[in-house]
């Protein structure tokens, strides 16, 4: 005869675990009973033996206070259910909804997002219908829940095959394009935070006269034309590679970015010229335009005390000449 034993129950007490732990001791019990056809046990051993792997100190105490109430149950159907009115919220549902949902891609790494919808979404394995996740959810959710560039890149593939592509393959799709962009440049991995120098109390540091700032920027891409007409049919920014639907977009145009300075990306303000002499339509060439703050003028007529006429503008269209 094999010997029954149950998992330990040691993590943090939240529905997900309770949950898990539930289900791994039926699949436990139900694998014995499968092994000793000849055999049987009752209700009071099997819940006595469950309790006894209890080990994370609320549920242990709680197990301590009410282990003979919970050996008096006729099933262990009737215990589970005593174990999910003292540890599981009556609301957990909705909460484990909420939190998939509410999961966004953001700065993170494609595969801490990946492992964070997964885990998000066996909260709710158990959850009955209307709550669970079904593959073709959990496609939608991280093809349009990436970063906005990533979401691009598989967007743009052709014959995609989004409608029966399965879920493995486009997490597989997903992850090397996400590998790529780092490659290149186009995204960046967040970066670590720095481990803390411990400076021996017998030494002294001067005082600072002075204080100084310094930042890493993206290294700069440019973007192709397919990608260029996506930002701007999505009234996104060319410059920190935003959209209205990247969470914490605030309104702004490529030429007065507040850039993000958790990945890297310096803020920026429109670049203006001071003198330029350049081609009819020179200025169109720059996606974020060009101010004028100087004009060429004509030489000074002491003896009419005038200019003759000075012309202004950046472009040949809005060129003008006025006469003084």
């Known amino acids: 005869m094999s010997k029954l034993k149950f998992p330990k129950l040691t993590d943090e007490l939240t529905p997900t675990v309770i949950n898990r732990w539930l289900g791994c001791c039926e699949d436990t019990y139900e694998a014995w ?45 009737s215990c589970a259910e005593k174990v999910k009115e003292r540890f599981v919220p009556s609301g957990w549902r909705m909460v484990a909804l909420a939190t998939f949902y509410g999961i966004p891609q953001g700065s993170s790494p494609f595969p801490e997002f990946v492992k964070s919808l997964q885990d998000a979404r066996n909260a709710l394995a158990g959850a009955g ?55 290149e440049g186009v995204t960046r991995q967040p970066r670590a935070a720095p481990t803390p120098l411990v400076i021996p109390s017998t030494v002294s540091l001067p005082t600072p006269t002075s204080s100084s700032s ?62 330029a002499v350049g081609p009819a339509g020179f200025s169109s060439t720059y996606e974020e335009g060009y101010s004028a703050v100087a004009v060429v003028m004509p030489a000074y007529d002491p003896e009419d005390d005038s200019y003759s006429s000075i012309s202004t503008g950046t472009d040949d269209s809005d060129l003008g000449t006025r006469e003084f």
């Open 214 to 275: 310094s930042s890493i920027s993206r290294p700069f891409v440019p973007l192709t034309h397919t990608e260029k007409e996506a930002f701007r049919t999505a009234g996104g920014c060319y410059h920190c590679r935003k959209t209205p639907q990247t969470p914490g977009w605030v309104k702004h145009h490529s030429d007065s970015c507040p850039g993000d300075l958790a990945l890297g990306i310096p803020p920026r303000s429109a670049p203006s010229v001071v003198a």
């Open 33 to 77: 009973q499968a092994l000793n056809l000849d055999k049987s046990m009752p209700p009071r051993t099997v819940i006595t033996l469950a309790g006894l792997w209890m080990e994370e100190r609320t549920a242990a105490t709680w197990w301590n206070e009410n282990r003979e109430a919970l050996k008096k149950i006729g099933t262990w159907d």
């Open 129 to 183: 219908t209307g709550y669970t996740i079904n593959d073709s959810i959990m496609k939608n959710h991280l093809l349009f829940f990436s970063h906005p560039i990533l979401r691009l890149r598989i967007s743009g593939q052709q014959n995609l095959g989004f409608e029966t592509m399965k879920l493995d393959t486009l997490i597989a799709n997903m992850s090397s394009t996400w590998s790529s962009l780092l490659a």
